[in-house]
């Protein structure tokens, strides 16, 4: 899938903080919902494994996961916040809106 133009919000070793402006014409949304674009899930958890294998150098392969979905993501601003824990070798995420989670989970990460 196609990656979001973003800005760097906070960048460490094990931790990258981004924002990503979402307008009704985003790719991300096609077909989901016409007329009322939500993001989907699918598309959240490609995001984070695309740029996780770009910051952290991981292989972006999802062995597992676990996603809450407390609001759905519609256009707009949003922090993407991506934590990576290499000595459980998973990454911990959240998307939120205004200081409000919409999603968040983990994801335990692969091999090729």
């Given at each position: 899938m196609h990656l979001p133009e973003f800005t760097?919000?906070?960048?460490?070793?094990?931790?990258?903080?981004?924002?990503?402006?979402?307008d009704k014409n985003?790719?991300?949304?096609?077909?989901?919902?016409?007329g009322h674009p939500v993001l989907p899930g699918v598309v959240q958890l490609d995001w984070v494994m695309?740029?996780?294998h770009m910051f952290f150098a991981v292989e972006p392969v999802a062995k597992d996961f676990q996603v809450k979905f407390t609001d759905m993501i519609t256009?707009?601003?949003?922090?993407?916040?991506?934590?990576f824990e290499p000595e459980?070798?998973?990454?911990?995420?959240?998307?939120?809106?205004?200081?409000?989670?919409?999603?968040?989970?983990?994801?335990?990460?692969?091999?090729?």
């Open positions: 760097f919000i906070e960048q460490t070793k094990n931790l990258v903080v981004v924002n990503i402006t979402l985003a790719r991300a949304f096609d077909g989901h919902f016409p695309q740029l996780a256009t707009g601003s949003i922090t993407l916040r991506i934590e459980l070798n998973r990454l911990s995420f959240n998307y939120s809106k205004e200081d409000k989670t919409c999603s968040s989970g983990k994801v335990k990460l692969g091999k090729l």
